[in-house]
């Protein structure tokens, strides 16, 4: 999967109420949006897809993520209404994003099969990053399973553990990854990946999303002084 962006990528991570807030400052930092359902207010058949015609309408592509609470997700969402919600804006999404690890991993693989829509497979770790060997082993099963796009999401505790998100984002970037460190040690990350081989990175757009994700501007101007 490649995109053709000009300048390293970032995903604004944004709620309903982060949608109708957002900044002319915020859209031009931001090349992705990433609308949170499970941060929506409204879960309604006509709130969610008025969302999306909504962010459709900025110019930017836009990733459809119903998190589960196990990775990170605001909501408890049956997983029947995730994959609900998924087939409401199958054609209103460029991306869909499910946990690799969800129950219905297959399910929402064939919605976005049966839509076109590219399939992002997400990882997320909270407590630590596990070893090459096993991350490179999810990766593999990942695309086996009908994957466009793996994300690797996992808590950076030492430099041990951003050496190996970094070698995982260098050694299978071709196969189309996206990488994030998490937490306070994990920010240059978010920085330094996407210019090394990640598809995109994420930011926020109003609250954070994640530990240690910063404000989509901050991001901006980090990269841009990176840059030169």
Known sequence: MRFDFRRPAIAGSASDRDLKQISAEELSALDLIELRVDHFTDLS???IQGVFREARSLGKPVIATVRSTDEGGRRRIPDAERVRIFSLVKDLADLMDIEARAEIFDEVRDVARAA?????????????????????????????????IVKIATTTNTEHDLRTMTRITLDHFEKGL??????????????FFPVVGSL??????????APGQVPVVELRRFMDRLAG
């Open 116 to 148: 076109g829509t590219p399939l992002i497979a997400s990882y997320h770790n909270f407590n630590g990053t596990p070893s090459y060997d096993v991350l490179s082993a999810h990766v593999a099963r990942c695309l086996e399973r009908g994957a466009d």
């Open 200 to 209: 995109f990175t994420f930011a926020s757009i109003g609250d954070s999303k």
């Open 45 to 47: 058949e006509g709130c």
């Open 178 to 191: 996206v990488t994030v460190c998490m937490g306070p040690k994990g920010l240059i990350s978010r920085v």
